[in-house]
């Protein structure tokens, strides 16, 4: 993955810190948190609640846990799997960007922005 918003972290001696799936899951929560300033967004608490969502989906999956328990370790062997999982939160990041740069989660075109 080229992307360097969810590229591996590495410390000074080039060992991994923390996988993609880690780093799209932090990049994913900082969009969300980011949502919880827009007073549109936060009409019937709608943007703390999607980040209570994903704060649930992560603590319950260990998307941002760390070493064995991790979701990029368990992953690590099923690249395909992990792939899925990256594009869904890469997904989720850039919608959660566009709610947050239209100021508002109501329906365009019919359909959620979210």
Not at 48 to 56: G, I, K, M, P
């Amino acid at each position: 993955m080229g992307d360097t918003l969810y590229d591996t972290s590495m410390d000074a001696k080039g060992v991994k810190t923390k996988g993609p799936i880690h780093a799209a899951t932090a990049r994913t929560r900082t969009a969300l948190e980011q949502c919880q300033l827009q007073p549109e967004l936060m009409k019937h608490q709608w943007a703390e609640n999607r980040l209570a969502d994903f704060t649930l989906w992560d603590t319950g999956i260990g998307a941002s846990a760390h070493d064995k328990v991790s979701l990029d370790h368990r992953l690590a062997s099923q690249p395909e799997t992990q792939d899925v999982v990256l594009s869904l939160l890469r997904t989720l990041a850039v919608e959660a960007d566009r709610c947050l740069q239209q100021g508002s989660a109501a329906p365009v075109n019919g359909r959620t922005l979210l």
